[in-house]
Protein backbone atom coordinates (compact mmCIF):
# COMPACT_ATOMS: atom_id res chain seq x y z
CA UNK A 1 0.00 0.00 0.00
CA UNK A 2 1.03 3.47 -0.71
CA UNK A 3 0.34 6.74 0.32
CA UNK A 4 0.24 10.25 -1.96
CA UNK A 5 2.85 12.72 -2.21
CA UNK A 6 3.73 16.35 -3.61
CA UNK A 7 5.48 15.91 -6.82
CA UNK A 8 7.36 18.94 -7.83
CA UNK A 9 10.22 20.37 -9.56
CA UNK A 10 13.49 20.41 -7.64
CA UNK A 11 15.55 23.45 -8.41
CA UNK A 12 19.43 23.51 -9.60
CA UNK A 13 22.11 25.93 -10.02
CA UNK A 14 22.70 26.58 -13.82
CA UNK A 15 25.85 27.75 -15.17
CA UNK A 16 25.73 31.23 -16.52
CA UNK A 17 27.79 30.36 -19.25
CA UNK A 18 26.61 27.15 -20.52
CA UNK A 19 23.92 26.33 -18.67
CA UNK A 20 25.58 23.19 -16.55
CA UNK A 21 24.90 22.26 -12.78
CA UNK A 22 27.27 24.57 -10.73
CA UNK A 23 28.42 24.14 -7.05
CA UNK A 24 30.23 25.89 -4.44
CA UNK A 25 33.98 25.56 -3.58
CA UNK A 26 34.72 26.19 -0.28
CA UNK A 27 38.36 26.75 -1.45
CA UNK A 28 38.05 28.99 -3.64
CA UNK A 29 34.78 30.87 -2.31
CA UNK A 30 33.41 31.11 -5.97
CA UNK A 31 30.92 28.70 -8.11
CA UNK A 32 32.40 26.29 -10.03
CA UNK A 33 31.07 24.66 -12.94
CA UNK A 34 32.76 21.21 -14.23
CA UNK A 35 31.70 21.64 -17.54
CA UNK A 36 33.16 24.07 -19.19
CA UNK A 37 35.25 25.26 -15.95
CA UNK A 38 33.68 28.79 -15.52
CA UNK A 39 34.25 30.64 -11.99
CA UNK A 40 32.09 33.25 -10.87
CA UNK A 41 31.29 35.14 -7.50
CA UNK A 42 28.95 36.12 -5.61
CA UNK A 43 27.85 39.06 -7.67
CA UNK A 44 26.77 36.54 -10.45
CA UNK A 45 24.34 35.11 -8.20
CA UNK A 46 22.78 38.36 -6.01
CA UNK A 47 19.31 37.40 -7.81
CA UNK A 48 19.65 33.41 -7.52
CA UNK A 49 17.10 34.01 -4.59
CA UNK A 50 14.45 35.12 -6.56
CA UNK A 51 15.23 34.28 -10.51
CA UNK A 52 18.12 31.66 -10.85
CA UNK A 53 16.94 28.94 -8.96
CA UNK A 54 12.87 29.67 -9.34
CA UNK A 55 11.78 26.98 -11.93
CA UNK A 56 8.33 26.62 -13.38
CA UNK A 57 6.03 24.34 -10.77
CA UNK A 58 4.62 20.96 -11.98
CA UNK A 59 2.80 20.35 -8.93
CA UNK A 60 0.37 17.22 -9.02
CA UNK A 61 -0.91 14.39 -6.66
CA UNK A 62 1.11 11.46 -7.70
CA UNK A 63 1.72 7.42 -6.53
CA UNK A 64 5.30 7.98 -4.55
CA UNK A 65 7.75 5.29 -5.36
CA UNK A 66 8.26 3.91 -1.81
CA UNK A 67 5.63 2.41 0.67
CA UNK A 68 3.98 4.36 3.38
CA UNK A 69 5.44 1.52 5.92
CA UNK A 70 8.81 2.18 5.03
CA UNK A 71 8.65 6.38 5.57
CA UNK A 72 5.15 8.03 5.49
CA UNK A 73 6.48 11.38 5.63
CA UNK A 74 8.50 11.01 1.95
CA UNK A 75 7.82 13.63 -0.75
CA UNK A 76 8.87 12.94 -4.25
CA UNK A 77 10.90 15.91 -6.63
CA UNK A 78 11.77 15.73 -10.27
CA UNK A 79 15.71 16.41 -10.86
CA UNK A 80 15.84 19.33 -13.40
CA UNK A 81 18.79 18.04 -15.41
CA UNK A 82 18.07 14.05 -15.66
CA UNK A 83 14.47 14.07 -14.76
CA UNK A 84 14.68 11.39 -12.04
CA UNK A 85 12.21 11.36 -9.02
CA UNK A 86 14.41 12.77 -5.99
CA UNK A 87 12.69 11.07 -2.54
CA UNK A 88 13.09 12.86 0.37
CA UNK A 89 11.84 13.32 4.09
CA UNK A 90 10.04 16.19 4.67
CA UNK A 91 13.09 18.48 6.29
CA UNK A 92 15.40 18.00 3.34
CA UNK A 93 15.85 21.32 1.74
CA UNK A 94 19.62 20.37 -0.55
CA UNK A 95 20.16 16.97 -1.71
CA UNK A 96 21.75 15.08 -4.85
CA UNK A 97 20.02 12.58 -7.39
CA UNK A 98 21.29 9.55 -7.29
CA UNK A 99 21.43 8.97 -10.73
CA UNK A 100 23.07 11.78 -12.64
CA UNK A 101 24.62 13.69 -9.20
CA UNK A 102 23.66 16.93 -10.32
CA UNK A 103 22.90 19.39 -6.84
CA UNK A 104 18.88 19.72 -6.35
CA UNK A 105 17.47 22.56 -4.30
CA UNK A 106 13.99 22.10 -3.05
CA UNK A 107 13.33 25.90 -2.69
CA UNK A 108 9.70 25.68 -1.39
CA UNK A 109 10.90 24.17 1.73
CA UNK A 110 13.09 27.62 1.99
CA UNK A 111 9.95 30.02 1.62
CA UNK A 112 7.96 31.68 4.29
CA UNK A 113 9.06 31.17 8.15
CA UNK A 114 11.14 28.38 7.02
CA UNK A 115 13.73 30.85 5.22
CA UNK A 116 17.19 31.67 6.96
CA UNK A 117 18.34 35.43 7.76
CA UNK A 118 21.73 33.95 7.19
CA UNK A 119 24.05 31.60 5.56
CA UNK A 120 27.39 30.61 6.77
CA UNK A 121 29.35 28.87 3.59
CA UNK A 122 32.01 26.08 4.19
CA UNK A 123 35.29 27.18 3.62
CA UNK A 124 37.12 23.82 4.79
CA UNK A 125 37.21 21.52 1.66
CA UNK A 126 36.29 17.92 1.79
CA UNK A 127 39.95 16.72 1.57
CA UNK A 128 40.70 19.37 4.59
CA UNK A 129 37.92 18.00 6.63
CA UNK A 130 39.21 14.42 6.21
CA UNK A 131 42.78 15.57 7.21
CA UNK A 132 40.98 17.50 10.20
CA UNK A 133 39.27 13.98 11.48
CA UNK A 134 42.72 11.72 10.42
CA UNK A 135 44.26 14.38 12.82
CA UNK A 136 41.36 14.10 15.38
CA UNK A 137 42.38 10.11 15.70
CA UNK A 138 45.94 10.66 16.00
CA UNK A 139 44.90 12.37 19.15
CA UNK A 140 43.46 9.21 20.61
CA UNK A 141 45.38 6.15 21.75
CA UNK A 142 44.85 2.42 20.47
CA UNK A 143 42.05 3.40 17.75
CA UNK A 144 41.68 0.99 15.72
CA UNK A 145 43.37 1.29 12.36
CA UNK A 146 39.65 0.96 10.48
CA UNK A 147 39.40 4.56 10.94
CA UNK A 148 42.12 5.61 9.48
CA UNK A 149 41.27 4.41 6.09
CA UNK A 150 39.53 7.06 4.40
CA UNK A 151 38.11 3.83 2.58
CA UNK A 152 35.90 3.36 5.28
CA UNK A 153 34.66 6.92 6.39
CA UNK A 154 31.41 8.44 4.67
CA UNK A 155 31.62 11.77 4.74
CA UNK A 156 29.28 14.52 3.52
CA UNK A 157 28.64 18.69 4.24
CA UNK A 158 25.59 19.12 5.59
CA UNK A 159 23.71 22.67 6.02
CA UNK A 160 22.63 22.18 9.56
CA UNK A 161 19.84 24.54 10.69
CA UNK A 162 20.69 26.58 13.75
CA UNK A 163 19.12 29.92 15.58
CA UNK A 164 21.17 32.50 16.86
CA UNK A 165 19.73 33.53 20.66
CA UNK A 166 20.52 37.26 21.34
CA UNK A 167 19.08 38.80 24.57
CA UNK A 168 19.85 39.47 28.60
CA UNK A 169 20.04 37.35 31.87
CA UNK A 170 19.51 38.74 35.21
CA UNK A 171 19.76 37.50 38.08
CA UNK A 172 20.68 37.30 41.75
CA UNK A 173 22.57 35.06 44.40
CA UNK A 174 22.46 34.64 48.04
CA UNK A 175 25.37 32.92 49.87
CA UNK A 176 27.94 32.89 52.47
CA UNK A 177 31.57 32.68 52.20
CA UNK A 178 34.67 32.67 55.51
CA UNK A 179 37.65 34.84 55.99
CA UNK A 180 40.58 34.73 58.49
CA UNK A 181 39.67 36.90 61.69
CA UNK A 182 41.56 40.43 61.42
CA UNK A 183 41.82 40.33 65.21
CA UNK A 184 42.72 36.51 65.65
CA UNK A 185 43.95 34.39 62.93
CA UNK A 186 42.40 31.39 64.87
CA UNK A 187 39.04 32.57 63.98
CA UNK A 188 36.94 32.59 60.95
CA UNK A 189 34.72 35.16 59.79
CA UNK A 190 31.39 34.73 58.23
CA UNK A 191 29.95 36.94 56.31
CA UNK A 192 26.43 36.98 54.08
CA UNK A 193 26.46 38.36 51.21
CA UNK A 194 23.74 39.13 48.08
CA UNK A 195 24.52 39.88 44.12
CA UNK A 196 22.58 41.35 41.65
CA UNK A 197 24.06 41.50 38.04
CA UNK A 198 22.68 41.51 34.30
CA UNK A 199 24.48 39.99 31.54
CA UNK A 200 23.80 40.49 27.72
CA UNK A 201 24.70 37.97 25.13
CA UNK A 202 24.81 38.00 21.22
CA UNK A 203 24.27 35.53 18.87
CA UNK A 204 24.27 32.22 21.37
CA UNK A 205 24.30 29.27 18.80
CA UNK A 206 21.80 26.35 19.10
CA UNK A 207 21.23 23.65 16.40
CA UNK A 208 17.24 23.32 15.66
CA UNK A 209 17.15 20.07 13.99
CA UNK A 210 16.18 16.87 15.94
CA UNK A 211 18.39 14.60 13.83
CA UNK A 212 21.50 16.31 15.03
CA UNK A 213 22.90 15.44 18.33
CA UNK A 214 23.20 18.62 20.57
CA UNK A 215 26.19 18.05 22.42
CA UNK A 216 28.10 17.59 19.10
CA UNK A 217 26.91 20.52 17.33
CA UNK A 218 27.33 22.42 20.61
CA UNK A 219 31.03 20.50 21.04
CA UNK A 220 32.52 21.87 17.63
CA UNK A 221 32.04 25.82 18.41
CA UNK A 222 32.70 28.57 17.53
CA UNK A 223 31.87 29.78 14.41
CA UNK A 224 32.88 32.99 13.00
CA UNK A 225 29.88 35.29 12.51
CA UNK A 226 31.62 37.90 10.83
CA UNK A 227 31.44 35.76 8.10
CA UNK A 228 27.88 35.54 7.74
CA UNK A 229 26.44 35.91 4.45
CA UNK A 230 23.09 37.16 3.68
CA UNK A 231 20.55 34.08 2.69
CA UNK A 232 21.28 32.81 -0.85
CA UNK A 233 20.58 29.84 -2.41
CA UNK A 234 23.52 29.56 -4.51
CA UNK A 235 25.36 28.51 -1.15
CA UNK A 236 23.11 25.62 -0.86
CA UNK A 237 24.77 24.01 -4.39
CA UNK A 238 26.99 20.95 -3.75
CA UNK A 239 25.80 20.66 0.19
CA UNK A 240 22.88 18.50 1.71
CA UNK A 241 20.99 21.13 3.66
CA UNK A 242 17.95 20.78 6.42
CA UNK A 243 15.49 23.18 7.87
CA UNK A 244 14.59 23.60 11.20
CA UNK A 245 11.90 20.80 12.84
CA UNK A 246 12.55 21.92 16.51
CA UNK A 247 10.30 25.24 17.26
CA UNK A 248 12.89 28.14 17.99
CA UNK A 249 10.77 29.47 20.83
CA UNK A 250 9.89 26.74 22.47
CA UNK A 251 10.39 26.29 26.03
CA UNK A 252 12.99 23.13 26.08
CA UNK A 253 14.88 25.03 23.05
CA UNK A 254 15.00 28.54 25.06
CA UNK A 255 15.71 26.51 28.66
CA UNK A 256 18.67 24.99 26.44
CA UNK A 257 20.04 28.41 25.65
CA UNK A 258 19.08 29.97 28.91
CA UNK A 259 20.99 27.70 31.40
CA UNK A 260 24.46 28.59 29.23
CA UNK A 261 23.75 32.23 29.77
CA UNK A 262 22.79 31.39 33.32
CA UNK A 263 25.70 29.47 34.28
CA UNK A 264 28.05 32.50 32.81
CA UNK A 265 26.09 34.79 35.12
CA UNK A 266 26.35 32.72 38.06
CA UNK A 267 30.21 32.53 38.06
CA UNK A 268 30.49 36.10 38.21
CA UNK A 269 27.67 36.67 40.94
CA UNK A 270 29.13 33.43 42.62
CA UNK A 271 31.47 34.31 46.16
CA UNK A 272 31.86 31.35 48.23
CA UNK A 273 29.10 28.95 48.79
CA UNK A 274 25.63 29.94 46.47
CA UNK A 275 22.39 29.35 49.09
CA UNK A 276 20.07 30.29 46.59
CA UNK A 277 20.10 31.29 42.95
CA UNK A 278 17.01 33.23 40.93
CA UNK A 279 17.80 33.90 37.28
CA UNK A 280 15.78 35.18 34.26
CA UNK A 281 16.65 35.09 30.85
CA UNK A 282 14.51 36.60 27.78
CA UNK A 283 15.67 36.73 23.83
CA UNK A 284 14.12 39.60 21.97
CA UNK A 285 16.35 38.62 19.50
CA UNK A 286 16.49 35.33 17.74
CA UNK A 287 18.30 34.90 14.00
CA UNK A 288 17.82 31.86 11.90
CA UNK A 289 21.02 30.65 10.27
CA UNK A 290 22.33 27.39 7.96
CA UNK A 291 25.39 26.28 9.30
CA UNK A 292 28.41 24.35 7.95
CA UNK A 293 29.23 20.79 9.16
CA UNK A 294 31.13 18.37 7.85
CA UNK A 295 29.28 14.88 9.03
CA UNK A 296 31.00 11.17 8.80
CA UNK A 297 30.37 8.24 9.96
CA UNK A 298 33.00 4.97 10.22
CA UNK A 299 31.57 1.06 10.80
CA UNK A 300 32.80 -0.86 13.30
CA UNK A 301 32.18 -4.30 14.89
CA UNK A 302 28.57 -3.22 13.70
CA UNK A 303 28.11 -0.37 15.52
CA UNK A 304 28.32 3.25 13.44
CA UNK A 305 30.68 6.01 15.18
CA UNK A 306 29.10 9.50 14.21
CA UNK A 307 32.02 12.77 14.15
CA UNK A 308 31.16 16.62 13.29
CA UNK A 309 33.58 18.73 11.67
CA UNK A 310 32.89 22.71 12.09
CA UNK A 311 32.64 23.51 8.07
CA UNK A 312 34.49 26.88 8.75
CA UNK A 313 37.04 26.49 11.64
CA UNK A 314 37.77 22.28 11.24
CA UNK A 315 37.21 21.40 14.91
CA UNK A 316 36.33 17.72 14.86
CA UNK A 317 34.32 16.11 17.29
CA UNK A 318 33.05 12.27 17.86
CA UNK A 319 33.68 9.42 20.10
CA UNK A 320 36.46 7.14 19.17
CA UNK A 321 36.69 3.21 20.75
CA UNK A 322 39.56 1.82 22.21
CA UNK A 323 41.21 -1.72 20.50
CA UNK A 324 41.55 -4.34 23.16
CA UNK A 325 44.52 -5.59 21.43
CA UNK A 326 46.41 -2.34 21.02
CA UNK A 327 45.93 -2.11 24.59
CA UNK A 328 47.57 -5.09 25.39
CA UNK A 329 50.30 -4.94 22.86
CA UNK A 330 51.49 -1.99 24.40
CA UNK A 331 50.98 -2.73 28.22
CA UNK A 332 53.28 -6.03 27.25
CA UNK A 333 55.42 -3.45 25.48
CA UNK A 334 55.85 -1.33 28.48
CA UNK A 335 56.72 -4.57 30.48
CA UNK A 336 59.50 -5.99 29.12
CA UNK A 337 61.12 -2.43 28.89
CA UNK A 338 60.31 -2.00 32.47
CA UNK A 339 61.66 -5.32 33.53
CA UNK A 340 65.09 -4.82 30.87
CA UNK A 341 65.61 -1.30 32.80
CA UNK A 342 65.28 -3.30 36.10
CA UNK A 343 66.89 -7.06 35.32
CA UNK A 344 70.11 -5.53 33.16
CA UNK A 345 71.51 -3.48 36.08
CA UNK A 346 70.44 -6.00 38.72
CA UNK A 347 72.43 -8.39 36.21
CA UNK A 348 75.38 -6.63 35.92
CA UNK A 349 75.54 -5.30 39.51
CA UNK A 350 75.63 -9.04 40.92
CA UNK A 351 78.01 -10.28 38.14
CA UNK A 352 80.26 -7.21 40.15
CA UNK A 353 79.90 -8.36 43.44
CA UNK A 354 80.26 -11.78 42.41
CA UNK A 355 84.16 -11.14 40.96
CA UNK A 356 84.92 -8.77 43.56
CA UNK A 357 83.79 -11.19 46.63
Avoid at 44 to 52: H, I, L, M, T
Avoid at 185 to 203: E, P, Q, T, W
Avoid at 296 to 324: D, M, R, W
Amino acid sequence: MSSKSKYSDAAVLRCPSCGANIVYSPITGRWTCSSCGGTFTEDDFKNVADENVATEKNTAEVEPTVTESAQPELDVFRCQSCGAELVTDSNTVATFCAYCGSADIIKERLEGEYRPDFVLPFTISKDEALNCYTEHCKEASFVPGVFFDHKNVKIQGIYVPFCLYSGRCEGTVTGKYETTSPTNSNMLDIHSYVRSGRMDFARIPADVSKKMDDALMDSIEPFDFEQLKDFNYAYLSGFLAEKYDVEREGSAQLQRVSSRMQSSLNRKLTKGSTTTTEMKSEFPTIEYVLMPVWMLSVEYKGTEYHFAINGQSGTTEGFLPCEPSKKWLWFLILTISISAVIIVPLYFFIVWLFNNA
